[in-house]
């Protein structure tokens, strides 16, 4: 085993290259699974194996930004203002990039850009925490879907 079996979970972009594909869906399977870190360092490998694949670009600023498990007011001033760089150089290479992507990628990427603050939030002092952006999510070409459950049939 040269990785760990993630499952099958794939999302195709818009690269050549196999090993760029194989290391963006690692990537988002490590971000959906809140391990962010190591989504980043997927998401690297994939620009390395394809450094014209706008998607893996969009997947570093999608993983380096706020989630649940670190919201904005965890980072400290310093992680806040690099991961702020962070996020929008590689929002820039993605949004670069946007000839050799599909509009749906093309989507993602301006809502990503949308999604961080120009600059580090600055921290209020009336509650101490900073604003929060929309998350950066990937767009898809489909209408959302509205799911029904069924109704109790529980008897009195």
């Given at each position: ?20 594909q ?6 988002l399977?490590?971000?959906y699974?809140?391990h ?11 620009v ?9 670009h969009?997947?570093i ?12 007011e965890?980072?400290d ?25 599909t509009s749906?990628?093309?989507a ?5 850009a949308?999604a961080?603050?120009p ?5 209020t ?32």
């Amino acid at each position: 085993m040269d990785y760990y079996n993630l499952g099958t979970l794939t999302r195709p972009v818009s690269t050549r290259s196999p090993d760029a594909q194989r290391w963006f869906d690692r990537g988002l399977v490590w971000s959906y699974a809140f391990h962010h870190e190591e989504a980043v360092a997927c998401f690297e490998s994939a620009v390395t194996a394809d450094p014209g694949c706008a998607m893996a670009h969009w997947g570093i600023a999608y993983a380096l930004g706020p989630n649940y498990n670190k919201p904005w007011e965890f980072f400290d001033e310093a992680d806040l203002r690099r991961t702020v760089e962070r996020t929008h150089a590689a929002v820039e290479r993605a949004h670069a990039l946007r000839d050799g992507a599909t509009s749906t990628e093309r989507a993602s990427s301006r809502r990503c850009a949308h999604a961080i603050p120009p600059r580090a939030p600055r921290r209020t002092a009336r509650s101490g925490t900073s604003p929060t952006p929309m998350p950066c999510v990937p767009c898809t070409n489909s209408r959302p879907t509205t799911r029904t459950s069924p109704r109790s049939t529980r008897t009195r």
